[in-house]
């Protein structure tokens, strides 16, 4: 399997919460490693645009309020088939639809304050990765 690395932000649900730990917990269980991570606050413009696919959506100013209401932690996310790793660890984007034993289930509050985000692909992978960090704080 390939060795890949995926962009993870850890919400403002959970860092008001102050559950990051348990949630990093989750993915070095899983065998993921941290290569990268910051402790941010995002300025609207900064999450409309990471998240412009969506501006279509219903959802998407709510969204954007919501990423902007507290710190997040953004992270680069490293191991064997990250990104379906990531995704398996993280569960079903709504928590109420979340498998037992995964982040969303045992954490999430909502669809929106679902507790973490996570790149779907290789190339949004890629694209979310340099949308926060720069090669040089990535470090494996
Ligand atoms: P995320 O993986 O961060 O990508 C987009 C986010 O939009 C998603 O997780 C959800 O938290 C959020 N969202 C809010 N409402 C909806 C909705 N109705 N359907 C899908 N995603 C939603």
Redesign the pocket.
């Given at each position: 399997m390939p060795v890949e690395r995926t962009l993870s932000i850890i919400k403002p649900d959970a860092t008001r919460r102050n559950i990051t730990g348990a949630i990093v917990a989750r993915f070095e269980e899983a065998g993921l490693r941290v290569v990268a991570q910051r402790r941010t606050q995002l300025t609207l413009a900064k999450a409309q645009q990471f998240?412009a696919v969506?501006k279509e959506r219903a959802?998407f100013d709510d969204?954007c309020s919501f990423m902007t209401s507290g710190p997040v932690v953004v992270q680069v996310l490293e191991g064997e088939d990250a990104i379906a790793k990531n995704r398996e660890v993280m569960g079903a984007?709504n928590p109420a639809n979340a498998d037992e034993g995964t982040i969303r289930h045992d954490f999430g509050e909502s669809?929106?304050a679902?507790s973490v985000?996570?790149s779907d692909a290789p190339e949004t992978a890629a694209e979310e990765i340099a949308f926060f960090f720069a090669g040089t704080e990535i470090v494996g």
């Open positions: 998240y969506h959802f969204l984007t669809v929106e679902n985000h996570g």
